[in-house]
């Protein structure tokens, strides 16, 4: 398989251990199979950039595919509140991370994130 990841500079092996712990699927080298979508997220900042290109190999890898009918939206958001740091404001709030947290939860061991589902506007 190949993958791309848009950054302003190159990047010939990947690493993820200086990156962000707080990203949406928590810490990680993130690509896509778009090479359009690389390119995109490596001019985020209006500068030039690279679309790095990486050939990876999913063979042993356990795969959570969140664009598959056993997952919603749902998933996706609980996802997103267990990596970013989130403090809901009201009750209803507090309720609503509890019950997702505890409903839908997610393993995020060694995965990989397969991801069709849109962001919300």
């Known amino acids: 398989m190949i993958l791309y990841h848009g950054s302003d500079k190159q990047i010939t092996a990947p690493t993820f ?7 949406d699927y928590g ?3 993130y690509c896509t199979e778009s090479i359009d ?3 995109e997220w490596a001019c985020q900042k209006n500068t030039d950039g690279f679309a790095n290109q990486y050939e990876f ?5 356990n795969i959570l595919d969140l664009s598959q009918d056993n997952f919603s939206l749902l998933h996706w958001l609980t996802i997103l509140m ?3 740091i989130f403090a809901p404001k ?3 709030g507090h309720q609503n991370l ?3 947290t505890e409903h839908l939860p997610i393993e995020n061991g060694q995965v990989v994130f397969r991801d069709s589902c849109p962001i919300p506007t």
């Not at 190999?57 to 890898?61: A, G, N, T, V, Y």
């Open 37 to 39: 979508l690389a390119k």
């Open 98 to 100: 509890q019950f997702l």
């Open 27 to 29: 810490l990680g080298f």
């Open 57 to 61: 190999d999913s063979q042993d890898l």
């Open 82 to 84: 267990q990596n970013r």
């Open 90 to 92: 009201s009750p209803i």
């Open 17 to 23: 251990s200086a990156r962000n712990p707080r990203n």
